[in-house]
């Protein structure tokens, strides 16, 4: 059974940095391009960040470029998240996903262009 985990979410003061984790078992993913998604209450889920396979390709949402950095050890099947400079905004349930095709990115900014997704960890950031 594939299994997405997230951790390192916690509560933080504006300005802050949490570093998430994601680690993933029953299967590799180091063919797989992964993201981190986000939603806050009552609103909508917002891309983060998408890296490729490699980890040589990553992107951006508008509102944490600059901030935010994806990273990840395709050695222990992880994919990782700083947070850096951290606003009340930033405040939301953070989700792990993963691209079951190999070697494809596509809308990589898009929720349907991932096929498993962990079961989220909160951050909060009060001001």
């Known amino acids: 059974q594939v299994q997405l985990v997230e951790s390192g979410g916690g509560s933080v003061q504006a300005g802050g940095s949490l570093r998430l984790s994601c680690a993933a078992s029953?299967?590799?993913?180091?063919?797989?391009?992964m993201a981190w998604f986000r939603q806050a209450a009552g609103k909508e889920r917002e891309f983060v960040a998408a890296?490729?396979?490699?980890?040589?390709?990553?992107y951006y949402g508008d509102s944490v470029k600059g901030r935010f950095t994806i990273s990840r050890d395709n050695a222990k099947n992880t994919v990782y998240l700083q947070m850096n400079s951290l606003k009340p905004e930033d405040t939301a349930v953070y989700y792990c996903?993963?691209?079951?095709?190999?070697?494809?990115?596509?809308?990589?900014?898009?929720?349907?262009?991932?096929?498993?997704w962990g079961q989220g960890t909160q951050v909060t950031v009060s001001s």
């Open positions: 996903a993963a691209d079951s095709r190999a070697y494809y990115l596509g809308a990589y900014y898009s929720g349907s262009n991932y096929d498993y």
């Open positions: 029953g299967r590799t993913f180091s063919q797989n391009a």
């Open positions: 890296i490729s396979w490699s980890g040589s390709r990553t």
